[in-house]
Every structure is written in structure tokens, then in C-alpha cells.
């Protein structure tokens, strides 16, 4: 697999299985049912794969600052990869049950630490079942590896510089949320409603064509620059509920060719953890 490579689809991959120099994270994830994933991950996965838990894996304790999902610690990670059989040099691709938003999460992490060939399975498990491909039941491993994690601090903003930068107007804030709770409405995962002064909304789903699959390049692009306006991809801070779906509006934008913009891991659970940190309500 290319280095900087984002995507790859079933037919590609099928044809490389099994490949022992590729690592396959299967990250398939419900938040209103935290155990769903790993059960369906149980009853048939991809052959060869192995799980990866948004809040055991790819995410660290929630604290009573945080937001839902924080970052792991880069060493724990870096420990969790090289558990997987992750390397600096590694081959990955992950994927979850479809539309890519938990399988980006684990790519933006791993690139975030230094993992370079990390790709996103196009379409998840439903485009491998709808190719009429196997599954498999068994427990899969690899040998451990050592991972020395570099974090690449440039990739990130917290909440204090991300209001430093809304004062100053030097950012394009993206909510990466449904509509309906970017606007305050609708709200069942978190107890406060509405998206912070200065964002604007670019649900992830508006990557996906019907078919879960991302839209082709030139798409993706002529939304995103419609989405950033006059600001370059550098100047752009993703988030959304808690620094999970944001990561597939970022994996979109490497796509189309604009990558460079940053994530705000706490977002809109971190976000309103504080009550003086300002709200609003409404579309844009």
C-alpha cells in the first residue's frame, strides 16, 4: 500500500488477503450500544482482522473535563498498536460497519503517531458482504511489533487556543454533527444543545454517496472548498460531539487533495464541560 494512501476498496483488498504484512482493524461501533461492535465482531468479521474498541482502544478515560472520547495517551496507543502488529512501517486498513465514521477515528490516530500507510476500507463491511465476500469467525493475531509514537502536535487545537482563534477570526470552525444537532435540535447524546459561535456545519454523511462509499475526489473538493471559503485547508479546525466524525471529514478533505487541517479531539462534549464557554442555536 502507497505511503499517503486514504482509501482502498474490496476488490483491492480481497485480491491482497491474506497478507501478513497488512494489519486489518475491524472498528465497529454503536454509542448508544457500546458493546455491539465487538459482539458483532464475534459473530463474523473480515478474515484476518482484529478489534478495535472506540472507548477501550481509541480512546483514553473520560475525566470531568473532557469530552466523550478523548485522545489516548500517544505511548498507550503506540502499546496497542504494536499489540496489533503495528510498526512504524506497517501496512493498515480499517474499517466498521459501513459508512467509515468510528474506522476514520482509528486512521487519523495512527497517522496522528506516525503510522503512514494507514487506509480506510471504502464502503466498511457492508461493501465487503455485498461483494459477496467471506467472513470469518476465528481470533486472529499478529507478531507484536514496537511502535516509538511521534504525535505531530501541529494536528491538534484545544479548547483555549480554538477561542483564541475564533477571537482573532484567523479560523474556519467545522462542525462535523447532523444538522439537526449543530442547530440545537434534536440533542439526545449530550446534555447541552446547539455548536459553538463562528462554526459552520458540514455533516460527515455529505462525503457519502448513497452507498456509503465516499464521493469521488472532484466532488469532495467542490464541497470542501465551498465549506472553507476563502480559507486554505491549514486554517480549518475540525470537531464535532466528541472528536469521532470529525476524523471522516478530515480523511474527505485528504482525499480531495486538501489536507492540513486540524482537529479539535474534545469538541462539542469537551466544549460545553465549561459554562462559560459561549453557545449558540440555529443553522447557519
Request: proline content about 8%; aromatic content about 6%.
Amino acid at each position: 500500500m502507497a505511503e499517503g494512501k486514504t482509501l482502498i476498496d474490496v476488490a483491492t483488498l480481497a485480491q491482497g488477503l491474506p497478507d501478513p504484512g497488512c494489519v486489518l482493524l475491524d472498528c465497529r461501533f454503536d454509542l448508544a450500544r457500546p458493546g455491539w461492535g465487538e459482539q458483532a465482531f464475534g459473530a463474523g468479521h473480515i478474515p484476518g482482522a482484529q478489534y478495535a474498541h472506540l472507548d477501550r482502544d481509541l480512546s483514553s478515560p473520560v475525566t470531568p473535563t473532557s469530552g466523550r472520547h478523548p485522545l489516548p495517551a500517544p505511548e498507550d496507543l503506540a502499546r496497542r498498536a504494536g499489540a496489533w502488529g503495528i510498526d512504524e512501517g506497517s501496512d493498515v486498513v480499517v474499517y466498521d460497519q459501513g459508512n467509515g465514521m468510528y474506522a476514520a477515528r482509528a486512521w487519523w490516530l495512527l497517522r496522528w503517531i506516525g503510522v503512514q500507510r494507514v487506509a480506510l476500507l471504502d464502503g466498511g463491511l457492508a461493501a465487503w458482504i455485498a461483494a459477496g465476500h467471506p467472513l470469518d469467525t476465528g481470533t486472529a493475531s499478529a507478531p507484536p511489533r514496537s511502535l516509538q509514537p511521534r504525535p505531530d502536535a501541529t494536528w491538534l487545537v484545544d479548547a483555549t487556543g480554538l477561542s483564541q482563534e475564533l477571537a482573532a477570526g484567523t479560523v474556519r470552525l467545522v462542525d462535523a454533527r447532523g444538522a439537526d444537532r449543530y442547530a440545537g435540535q434534536n440533542e439526545t447524546i449530550d446534555p447541552v444543545a446547539g455548536h459553538v459561535p463562528g462554526a459552520v456545519n458540514h455533516p460527515f454523511t455529505r462525503n457519502l454517496g448513497p452507498d456509503g462509499r465516499l464521493l469521488p475526489p472532484d466532488l469532495l473538493r467542490a464541497a470542501w472548498q465551498a465549506t472553507l471559503g476563502p480559507r486554505a485547508p491549514r486554517e480549518m479546525v475540525a470537531m464535532c460531539g466528541s472528536g469521532v466524525s470529525a476524523c471522516l471529514n478530515l480523511l474527505a478533505m485528504e482525499q480531495a487533495g486538501l489536507g492540513g487541517a486540524r482537529l479539535y479531539a474534545g469538541s462539542w462534549s469537551e466544549w460545553i464541560r465549561d459554562p462559560s464557554r459561549p453557545v449558540t442555536t440555529g443553522a447557519d
